[in-house]
Nanobody
Framework: QLQLVESGGGLVQPGGSLRLSCAAS????????IGWFRQAPGKEREGVSC????????YYADSVKGRFTISRDNAKNTVYLQMNSLKPEDTAVYYC??????????????????WGQGTQVTVSS
């Protein structure tokens, strides 16, 4: 059974850092494009970052460029999202997702067919 599990969320002060993890079971993450999305209360889900399986190319939303970094650890079958210089507007539930039909990633959630349960990130003083 294909499953994604996020971890690493929590409460952090503005300017702080968190590292989110997305661990897979039942399939090899390295074969697929993996994305991170977030959804704040009352807002639509938005693409934050993604990493392709083919050339490891990456995408970042303008709102997180220069602050967030996505990476893979194939030995651990895990994808990470390092989040630095966090702002209150980064507060949301963060989800990782796998696109099992494409090698190149996209920030569009409709492309992704497997989703984790989400992890809460709260940035507040």
């Amino acid at each position: 059974q294909l499953q994604l599990v996020e971890s690493g969320g929590g409460l952090v002060q503005p300017g702080g850092s968190l590292r989110l993890s997305c661990a897979a079971s039942g399939f090899t993450l390295d074969y697929y494009a993996i994305g991170w999305f977030r959804q704040a209360p009352g807002k639509e889900r938005e693409g934050v970052s993604c990493i392709s399986s083919s050339d490891r190319s990456t995408y970042y939303a303008d709102s997180v460029k220069g602050r967030f970094t996505i990476s893979r650890d194939n030995a651990k079958n895990t994808v990470y999202l390092q989040m630095n210089s966090l702002k209150p507007e980064d507060t949301a539930v963060y989800y990782c997702a796998a696109d099992t039909s494409n090698y190149y990633c996209s920030g569009y959630s409709v492309r992704y067919d497997y989703w984790g349960q989400g992890t809460q990130v709260t940035v507040s003083s």
